[in-house]
């Protein structure tokens, strides 16, 4: 099963969705839309928003996830060792107010986390590559994080 996030920004992202409609794949496709809930397709199982608990359960049985570049959307399945190809929501498109995607998806891709999906690329492509792609494991760095702003403010 491919699970699509696409966050909860109320801009629309067809990008993705018209990308994924047009996949060459047989698995059963579902797809957390937040405001572009309205896309149709017969070949996606569209959801507007999915409460914490039927996403952990989605990203369990994914074999996939196609996400937006939103950070919580990309760690999440990282979490549970999923792979992830994501595809970061563009200013020029209206899908976000900025680009700071870009930066957060290319990061992840650059360690070697996910693979990323850019404008003008082929997400067949992409989705063949997935297939043999191994993610090298995120690792968080939040609890040291913590450590160092704890001591900062003790000192």
Known sequence: MI???LGT??????RLLDAVEKLNTNE???VQAGG???????????FDFISYDEMQKYIDEA?????????????MPLQKNKKVIACPRLAKYEEHINDHQKEI???FALEGHILKY?????LQEVYDKSKSFKPIPYKS?????????????EE
């Open 141 to 153: 760095n939040t609890e040291n994080f913590i450590k160092n702003l704890v001591k900062i403010i």
């Open 9 to 14: 920004q109320k801009q629309k992202f067809y």
């Open 36 to 46: 572009s809930a309205d896309y149709k397709s017969d070949k996606m199982k569209i």
């Open 63 to 75: 074999d996939l996830i196609i996400t937006h570049g939103g950070t919580g959307s990309i760690i």
């Open 105 to 107: 998806v290319n990061v």
């Open 118 to 122: 850019d404008d003008g690329d082929d």
């Open 3 to 5: 699970l699509v996030t």
């Open 28 to 30: 059963d496709i579902v």
